[in-house]
């Protein structure tokens, strides 16, 4: 990953000022005159905008930055979970391995996890290696079969969610898309083995869903889960994508939203401006969740893990019924 930090659009204000502490900072090397105080009052009113910026973001300022080019991929994170284990187990036993979804076992202190995620790749020769995160079947199929493995060896499973949907191809289709994601949500359903997931970057439609019934779902601070991009929910509600910042903050996407209904079972904190800003410490922070989440869901026979997470997808949506104070009587 570059060390050079890529602004997004509404960051730029934050960096002209950096540039200019850089620029003073330099000043003062070359010209020996001491600028310290106006580079300290500088720098004070840099961090306190910054941190009022990053407080108050809109929807779609948390979707630039869950989809950051820079944010830490699921290969990139699965290294600093475990660095001295990581093996990956390609294939779907049916003559393909769809590189959209990657999975394979790494070593926790708790014991060994399976870990089935969406990747996106850095730049475009790896994107197009790994169609952009989106999944064709055959990755669905993969997964499957890598959540069968972690059943009969009684490995929990954690998966990592960062897609924009599956494959919309006709391709897809063709090979049954809709088909494969339904069986991955009902073999999920029933898995016996504790299941968690985090929404790393974006979590969109079924692309999301086919990878995500979990005992405990945790979203990153900026990570997005929602029924569909905002892009594609403004061309149908208003015929234009032009109007997604409208449609995210309708569809109620973000992690704190999601939260408040109930979706999600936890949000992991972010280091200020995002994900990509320090990699390691998001990593340590994403461990020492799943840590505590296997920790707990290992105290579940296997009975209790399958009410557990049934419960937990019943509960989503129900309201109860209030009558009219019209129609009181």
């Known amino acids: 990953m570059s060390d050079k930090i890529l602004p997004l659009e509404f960051e730029k204000p934050i960096m002209a000022m950096e540039e200019k502490i850089e620029e ?17 009052k500088l720098r004070a009113q840099a961090d306190e905008v910054k941190s009022k910026l990053y407080q108050k973001l809109t ?24 660095p001295n284990m990581w093996i990956e187990m390609r ?73 924009p949907g599956a494959y919309p191809g006709i391709d897809g289709e063709q090979h049954g898309i809709g088909q494969a994601i ?41 990570a997005l889960y929602t029924v569909i991009s905002p892009e594609g929910c403004a061309s149908i509600l208003w015929r234009s994508a032009e109007y997604a910042s409208k449609a995210a903050e309708a569809l109620k996407i973000t992690a704190q939203d999601l939260l408040a209904f109930d979706i999600v ?25 799943v840590e505590s989440a296997i920790a707990e869901l290992k105290g579940y026979d296997a009975e209790k893990l399958l009410v557990d997470r049934y419960d937990r997808f019943r509960k989503i949506g129900a309201f109860c019924e209030a009558k009219s104070p019209a129609l009181k009587s």
């Open 91 to 163: 294939g779907d036993r049916a003559g393909t391995d769809d590189r959209a979804i990657i999975g394979g076992i790494i070593e926790l202190s708790s014991g060994p996890v399976m870990v089935v995620g969406t990747q996106k790749g850095r730049g475009m020769k790896e994107n197009l290696t790994h169609n952009f995160g989106m999944a064709n079947p055959e990755g669905y199929r993969k997964a499957l079969r890598l959540f069968a493995h972690a059943e009969k060896f009684k490995m929990p499973v954690l998966t990592i969610i960062d897609t």
């Open 182 to 222: 339904a069986y991955n949500i009902r073999e999920m359903a029933r898995l016996r083995t504790p299941i968690i997931s985090v929404v790393s970057g974006e979590g969109a439609s079924g692309g999301a869903l086919g990878i995500g019934v979990a005992n405990r779902i945790y979203m990153l601070e900026h």
């Open 265 to 289: 079972d936890g949000i992991i904190p972010e280091p200020q401006g995002g994900a990509h800003q320090e990699p390691a410490t998001m990593a340590q922070r994403i461990l020492e969740t």
């Open 24 to 40: 003073l900072m330099r000043l003062s090397q070359d010209s020996k005159i001491d600028f310290s105080e106006e580079i300290d």
């Open 59 to 82: 929807p779609a300022q948390k979707l630039q930055i869950a989809r950051h080019p820079q944010r830490p991929n699921l290969l990139e994170t699965v290294k600093m979970l475990s």
